[in-house]
């Protein structure tokens, strides 16, 4: 699962995982990358540009939530923005 973090936070613009992620955390990561490929089309740039890009919902960049430790919220707007 390590080297599968490592490859989802390259994808999103980050070069290092957060040491203090949990296991349910990293389960909310991978469930964000797939929602993101999902609504992209598996497009790197695509998700990188979400995940970076402030949003009004977040009052924040979605990583910024992410590294702040509140992955559920992030993937409830992924789940939102599919229609789930």
């Not at 980050?14 to 949990?22: R, T």
């Not at 992410?66 to 992924?78: H, I, N």
Request: proline share 7%; glycine share 6%; aromatic share 8%.
């Amino acid at each position: 699962m390590d080297e599968a973090m490592k490859t989802i936070f390259r994808r999103w613009g980050l070069y290092s995982v957060p040491p203090w992620l949990e296991p349910d955390q990293k389960a909310q990561i991978l469930a964000i990358s797939v929602g993101l490929g999902c609504l992209f089309n598996e497009d790197p740039e695509a998700e990188k540009d979400w995940m970076q890009r402030p949003m009004a919902c977040f009052k924040s960049r979605p990583i910024t939530i992410v590294l702040a430790g509140r992955m559920g919220e992030v993937l409830d707007r992924v789940n939102l923005e599919r229609n789930l």
